[in-house]
């Protein structure tokens, strides 16, 4: 099932993570895409700032709060 939960949120990887489109070091931040479930894990598509989207789990990324400027 997709989710839209966190689409368009910030994240940042846990640690290096090896991925087909090679490996993205820890603290490599990217913007989530998309979100499903699959065998009942999370996997989110992420665009990272490295030039290539891979899908991740969850408990590999770190994903930021956004930002309320009306918060303040």
Known sequence: MMDRTHVGARCTTRSSLRT???VLPQG???TIVHEMENLGRQLLLVRWD???SVPTLADEIEIESPHDPQAL
């Open 50 to 52: 490295s030039g290539f």
């Open 20 to 22: 087909p489109a090679g």
């Open 28 to 30: 490599s931040q990217g």
